[in-house]
């Protein structure tokens, strides 16, 4: 299966930001807008981009599809994957209306099982992927609506009611550039739908540690906005396997 790189444009108050421990904050990269960032992405060789609401994903706005519909719009780009705060069928439905190819289901989610299986039966094939956010080695959301869910079980009942697949988040590892989760990957992996990765992914070297764990494809964030990473280069290592 191809390993797919997929550039993060985390998006606060219109403007590109970076997830803190305290929440969301703004950043100079690309003077802040995220069309420059996305236009600079797909010039390095990206397709696939994931943007992040951070208004809706920490419940201080409504979330706003228009930035997904302008991403979506750019010459060069196939897809747009929407994630932040997606806490329901409603707001997967706007957004992929807006443009979106696919959403990621928030784990703040995950404690509601009726509110995941409406949302599994309404989706069309590709249009989903739900967050397993973990610290600690448990599955706790980042923003609104917390949860606190023991990783295996909820795993579990994710397979058996038809999830089509997981992006695994290592929340201690965000915006760090330290390495992934590997075991974290592993663990998700096993659970036997395709599975994504993020979380302190900062070189070519921790991209190959992520697809030799079993994912698909990566989240990469931090790295790609202040240019640590290579992207035309790791586009390339991907392009050869």
Same mark, same amino acid.
């Given at each position: 299966?191809? @390993?797919?790189?997929?550039?993060?444009? %985390?998006?606060?108050?219109?403007?590109?930001?970076?997830?803190?421990?305290?929440?969301?904050?703004?950043? %100079?990269?690309?003077? #802040?807008?995220?069309?420059?960032?996305?236009? +600079?992405y797909v010039e390095a060789g990206a397709r696939l981009l994931h943007v992040v609401d951070m208004d809706r994903a920490f419940g201080s706005g409504p979330g706003d599809a228009g930035v997904v519909s302008a991403i979506a719009a750019i010459p060069g780009v196939i897809a747009v994957q929407a994630s932040g705060g997606i806490r329901t069928w409603d707001v997967a439905r706007t957004l992929l209306a807006a443009?979106? +190819?696919?959403?990621?289901?928030?784990?703040?989610?995950?404690?509601?099982?009726?509110? !995941? =299986?409406?949302?599994?039966?309404?989706?069309?094939?590709?249009?989903?992927? @739900?967050?397993?956010?973990? %610290?600690?080695?448990? &599955?706790?959301?980042?923003?609104?609506?917390?949860?606190?869910?023991?990783?295996?079980?909820?795993?579990?009942?994710? *397979? =058996?009611?038809?999830?089509?697949?997981?992006?695994?988040?290592?929340?201690?590892? !965000?915006?760090?550039?330290?390495?992934?989760?590997?075991?974290?990957?592993?663990?998700?992996?096993?659970?036997?739908?395709?599975?994504? =990765? +993020?979380?302190?992914?900062?070189?070519?070297?921790?991209?190959?540690? !992520?697809?030799?764990?079993?994912?698909? #494809?990566? &989240?990469?964030?931090?790295?790609?906005?202040? #240019?640590?990473? %290579?992207?035309?280069?790791?586009?390339?290592?991907? =392009? *050869?396997?």
């Amino acid at each position: 299966m191809p @390993f797919t790189i997929v550039p993060a444009l %985390d998006v606060t108050e219109g403007r590109l930001g970076i997830y803190t421990a305290e929440g969301s904050r703004p950043v %100079d990269e690309y003077g #802040g807008d995220p069309l420059t960032a996305a236009h +600079a992405y797909v010039e390095a060789g990206a397709r696939l981009l994931h943007v992040v609401d951070m208004d809706r994903a920490f419940g201080s706005g409504p979330g706003d599809a228009g930035v997904v519909s302008a991403i979506a719009a750019i010459p060069g780009v196939i897809a747009v994957q929407a994630s932040g705060g997606i806490r329901t069928w409603d707001v997967a439905r706007t957004l992929l209306a807006a443009g979106a +190819a696919r959403v990621v289901v928030s784990s703040a989610t995950l404690g509601d099982e009726p509110a !995941v =299986a409406q949302i599994i039966a309404s989706a069309r094939p590709g249009e989903l992927l @739900f967050g397993i956010e973990t %610290d600690g080695g448990r &599955i706790r959301s980042r923003g609104a609506d917390a949860v606190d869910l023991e990783l295996a079980s909820t795993l579990g009942w994710l *397979q =058996a009611a038809g999830a089509p697949g997981f992006l695994a988040t290592a929340v201690g590892r !965000v915006g760090t550039e330290t390495g992934p989760d590997v075991e974290l990957i592993r663990r998700v992996v096993r659970a036997g739908a395709p599975t994504w =990765a +993020a979380g302190g992914i900062g070189s070519l070297e921790h991209l190959v540690a !992520v697809r030799e764990a079993g994912a698909v #494809g990566a &989240i990469v964030g931090r790295a790609a906005l202040d #240019g640590t990473i %290579d992207l035309p280069a790791a586009f390339a290592w991907a =392009a *050869q396997i």
